[in-house]
């Protein structure tokens, strides 16, 4: 397979069928723009296994992702996407940057879901933008916007059944899109516990990278229990 893009965490290889590719989930870590960064057994597997359970049960919901399905160890097959270079964030409960930015208390529970848009750039840290940003710099038209808006917060509503079912309050997660070959906009790139805040529903126990960010203990154990609680299955190399 030929290496298309490695990033921190993911690595993406070319298929032998034209359009679709594999993601890669790496044990690789990494936390404050890489300047922290740990190689974790089995986290990359974890990752795979939840993100591919969460993509399809967006699809159940009628949401439309660029998964195809898990092969083995930690590699999804996907469809091959034009990616934006924005990200969505979706806020239930203010935490991170929110709380640095309005001085918000860590927590409080949000009026409505709050969508937020911000510009994929390792170099300018990924600042926050809004719509005339997007627009004006050629990044995502007004339209684009409003369609990663909406799908988001239909990804909201099926997540936070989901992770409510098991005891987990959905704090806040990080969405890319992009687009297939005939310009729909699709959800791409992960759902996992890298890129959210889980908290457990009656300890508030950190169940997320936030574990990994401020040395909480051990990453994978706790996305172990992720894991276990949805339901899916992963198998771990000892
Ligand atoms: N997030 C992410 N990648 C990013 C930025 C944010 O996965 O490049 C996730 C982060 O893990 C959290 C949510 O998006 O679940 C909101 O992040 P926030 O803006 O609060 O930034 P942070 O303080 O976590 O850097």
Not at 127 to 135: K, Q, S, V, Y
Not at 138 to 158: S, Y
């Amino acid at each position: 397979m030929k290496a298309l893009y490695e990033g921190k965490c993911k690595e993406l290889f070319s298929t032998e069928i034209n359009g679709e590719l594999i993601q890669l989930f790496k044990d690789d870590t990494t936390a404050f723009d890489g300047k922290k960064h740990e190689v974790l057994a089995n986290k990359g597997v974890l990752n795979c296994a939840i993100s591919s359970f969460i993509f399809e049960k967006l699809h159940q919901s009628d949401i439309a992702t660029h998964y195809i399905r898990r092969e083995k160890n930690a590699e999804m097959r996907v469809h091959h996407l034009n990616m934006m270079p924005v990200e969505i964030v979706v806020r239930n409960v203010a935490a991170g940057s929110i709380c640095r930015r309005l001085g918000l208390k860590e927590g409080s529970v949000l009026p409505r879901p709050l969508t937020e848009l911000f510009y994929k750039s390792d170099e300018l840290g990924d600042p926050l933008i809004n719509e005339e940003h997007a627009d004006m710099f050629g990044w995502a038209n007004k339209e684009d916007v409003a369609t990663m808006f909406k799908i988001a917060l239909n990804v909201n509503q099926a997540l936070c059944k989901l992770f409510n079912n098991v005891g987990i309050q959905l704090i806040d997660y990080k969405l890319e899109f992009g687009k297939t070959k005939d310009g729909s906009i699709v959800l791409g790139d992960e759902i996992t516990p890298d890129a959210c805040r889980l908290w457990d529903q009656i300890t508030g126990k950190k169940l997320d990278k936030d574990v990994f960010r401020q040395d909480l203990g051990g990453l994978t154990e706790v996305y172990h229990e992720v894991a276990s609680r949805l339901g899916v299955t992963v198998e771990m190399s000892s």
